[in-house]
């Protein structure tokens, strides 16, 4: 697969098998039927929901449940797309025009997050994943030569393992 590259910045996810996919995502499934249980009994019994388009802080009010075991921590990078002068130190150059910027290593789940980042125009040369990959555009355009879409700032890109 040749696409060729604008300047832009895409956020990508790697998966690296579809079993750690499928297990990850029973996982979110399961806690959202739970979090669907608990709207459906707080409704039920007269108290607030968990949605509220209050402002008064009084009315929020922290999980305290347990969490899973096999929950993971949450991982917070502010400044994604920093700018100043350091910028340059957090990418990791592939190519003159073409680097990435490491967010998540997921090694008990397969995955790992990073931001890809293109300076200039440009054409990457055919290759495949082990996994599916996400993409969502952050900055930019770029397209494949094999598709009539172009994926320009905003746009989210599925891409099947292979």
Not at 1 to 19: D, H, N, Q, R, Y
Not at 37 to 62: M, Q, V, Y
Not at 132 to 146: F, M, Q, T
């Amino acid at each position: 697969m040749k696409f060729p590259l604008a300047s832009c910045c895409v956020m990508v996810i790697f998966s690296a098998t579809v079993a750690a996919f499928r297990q990850s995502s029973s996982s979110v499934f399961r806690r959202l039927s739970d979090a669907s249980t608990r709207i459906s009994a707080s409704k039920t019994n007269g108290e607030k929901a968990l949605l509220t388009s209050s402002t008064n802080s009084e009315d929020f009010t922290p999980y305290q449940g347990k969490q899973p075991a096999e929950a993971l921590p949450d991982i917070f990078v502010p400044q994604v797309l920093p700018k100043g002068v350091e910028e340059d130190l957090l990418w990791v150059p592939q190519t003159d025009s073409v680097s990435f910027r490491p967010l998540c290593f997921c090694t008990s789940g397969g995955y790992y997050v990073n931001l890809l980042r293109v300076r200039g125009s440009g054409l990457l040369s055919r290759h495949k994943h082990p996994g599916p990959v996400h993409g969502h555009v952050l900055k930019g355009s770029w397209r494949y030569l094999e598709h009539d879409w172009v994926a320009e700032e905003g746009s989210y890109v599925f891409e099947p393992p292979g």
